[in-house]
């Protein structure tokens, strides 16, 4: 299988988008560490790739945490080997609502989530990939990293500088054999769209364009990204710098031919 001998670190990985990345990479020989804060939900997870065969181990952690993180890094490293593949899923979406009301313990915790997350994982497993001279490296990004949102400030924010991060950190990288690139997955059948789709439109005025996608079958299912993103992260992949898309016909045909059996 493509990513056999791998060994990847997922977060946000108990549902979600996070959930079937850590899925698909299990089915295609990876083995896989799933982090999350919920610890219940990674359990399920596990269980069911090894139900299927599969190699996986739960680390519960706060990404945000630079302790947690280096402990998330380590066990991976103790459990079966020093990781080849990180993805930087973990997400929030909070807080939402006009800035001028918003908390700013919240507002900043958003950003050490969604940005201060991907520094941490990716700071702490890049030295053991540029050692040996490989990794993959794969952060989620959004379509509020390029598309402004009212009532959405830290999370647009958040994205976007994780865009940025991304296409800086690939210049650091030429020509080391360690990439790093971000996909936007689109409009998911998720629990965080869910959760988005209950919020009144005055504080978030895309909640009735994200129900409107819902009631005409336009959400995908995670499943579809995640294909993607075991791509990108697979020495298939050249994909350093890359800022990409679901839509991309290029990149779903790449990823096709590359796990077809």
Not at 39 to 65: C, K, N, S
Not at 86 to 99: D, K, R, S, W
Not at 156 to 182: F, P
Not at 210 to 237: F, H, K, N, W
């Amino acid at each position: 299988m493509l990513l056999t001998n791998q060994v990847a670190i997922v977060t946000g990985a108990g549902r979600g988008l996070g959930r079937a990345v850590a899925l698909t990479l299990a089915a295609h020989g990876a083995s896989v560490v799933l982090a999350s804060r919920n610890a219940p939900a990674l359990d399920e997870v596990v269980t069911t790739i090894r139900r299927a065969g599969g190699h996986a181990l739960a680390q519960t952690a706060d990404v945000a945490d630079e302790r947690q993180v280096q402990e998330l890094v380590l066990a991976a490293e103790q459990w079966v080997g020093p990781a080849t593949i990180v993805v930087n899923n973990a997400g929030t979406v909070e807080p939402i609502g006009p800035l001028a009301r918003s908390d700013p313990a919240s507002w900043l915790r958003s950003l050490a989530v969604n940005v201060g997350g991907p520094y941490l994982v990716t700071r702490a497993a890049l030295p053991g990939m540029l050692e040996r001279a490989y990794g993959r490296i794969v952060n989620i990004s959004a379509g509020a990293a390029s598309r402004p949102g009212a009532g959405w400030t830290a999370y647009a924010a958040a994205k976007a500088a994780l865009v940025q991060l991304t296409r800086s950190l690939a210049l650091e990288l030429e020509g080391t054999g360690v990439a790093a690139c971000a996909l936007d997955p689109g409009l998911m059948d998720t629990p965080m769209q869910e959760h988005l789709r209950t919020i009144p439109t005055e504080l978030l005025p895309r909640a009735e364009e994200l129900r409107t996608a819902q009631r005409e079958g336009r959400l995908r299912d995670p499943r579809e990204p995640a294909l993607i993103v075991a791509y990108l992260a697979s020495p298939a992949a050249s994909p350093n710098g890359a800022v990409l898309a679901m839509g991309d016909e290029d990149l779903a045909r790449a990823a096709a031919a590359a796990f077809r059996p």
